[in-house]
């Protein structure tokens, strides 16, 4: 009997501090599930803090990007625009320079370049030499002189073997004309030295014009009458036939054809 009830007494004790032990287990996990959860909230509520101010940041970024892509869009219309008018202002000033070329060149129709005189052959009166000589060079033009209104060397004297270039003005175009087509037709010596006539004309139309020399030269050598039109047209004739040239480059290829057609 005694025995009886120690084991009895013995179970209630290992009872009582087995539900001391659960109670004991349970407060601590409800406390460490609490503590748990309350951070778990913090770091969640920390999260939707970044999560939201990396939202905000995104946002402000976007709305820059597509301020950035309208200001990018206005600058490509703007230099479209400019371009634009880059263009227009080119074709106004090309026209612009061209109708100065053309009035420079019109205010020089009545001059007259003539090269390879030598230096002090007009014995200090370039006038009175050309008036008096142009129709002994020039016969056909001694009937009725043309009419000089000056007359000077090009530049200050140089020590250069090579003569400055005489400018004339002539009275009337057509003087300038006359002596012109007969200096194509004739050939002048002045002191051992062959004389070359020709128009005055702006820098521009010259530099234009010069590449058209050497051309022409070749195209009277294979026979054909070559001419020089204003501003720098060549004109080639053969018999019948005409060619216009605005690009001395295609007169070339014109010309070296034709060698290539006629060689054996």
């Not at 000033?93 to 020089?108: F, I």
């Not at 007259?112 to 007009?122: C, D, F, P, S, T």
């Not at 370039?126 to 009937?143: C, D, E, Q, R, V």
């Not at 009458?225 to 036939?241: D, H, N, R, S, V």
């Amino acid at each position: 009997m005694p025995r009886t009830r120690a084991t009895k007494q013995s179970m209630e004790e290992a009872l009582t501090s087995s539900l001391v032990t659960e109670a004991h287990l349970e407060a601590t996990l409800k406390k460490f599930f609490n503590k748990a959860e309350k951070h778990s909230e913090a770091r969640f509520e920390r999260l939707e803090n970044q999560l939201s101010a990396i939202e905000n940041t995104l946002s402000k970024h976007g709305e820059a990007i597509e301020k950035q892509a309208s200001d990018i869009s206005s600058i490509d219309s703007r230099v479209t625009d400019n371009e634009d008018a880059i263009s227009q202002l080119k074709d106004a000033l090309a026209k612009t320079e061209q109708k100065l070329v053309s009035l420079e060149d019109r205010d020089r129709r009545e001059n007259l370049r003539i090269m390879n005189i030598k230096e002090g052959e007009e014995k200090g009166n370039m006038l009175s030499y050309l008036s008096l000589n142009i129709p002994k060079w020039f016969p056909a033009l001694a009937g009725s002189p043309p009419e000089l209104m000056r007359a000077h060397r090009l530049g200050p004297p140089s020590q250069s073997s090579k003569p400055r270039i005489i400018l004339v003005r002539c009275l009337r175009f057509t003087d300038r004309d006359r002596i012109l087509t007969e200096a194509r037709k004739t050939s002048v010596q002045v002191a051992d030295r062959q004389i070359n006539v020709a128009p005055d004309y702006s820098d521009f139309t010259a530099k234009k014009r010069r590449p058209c020399y050497p051309v022409m030269h070749r195209a009277r050598t294979l026979g054909f009458q070559a001419f020089l039109l204003y501003p720098a047209t060549i004109k080639l004739i053969k018999g019948t036939e005409q060619h216009l040239f605005n690009n001395p480059s295609d007169s070339e290829k014109f010309l070296s054809d034709y060698e290539a057609s006629k060689a054996p």
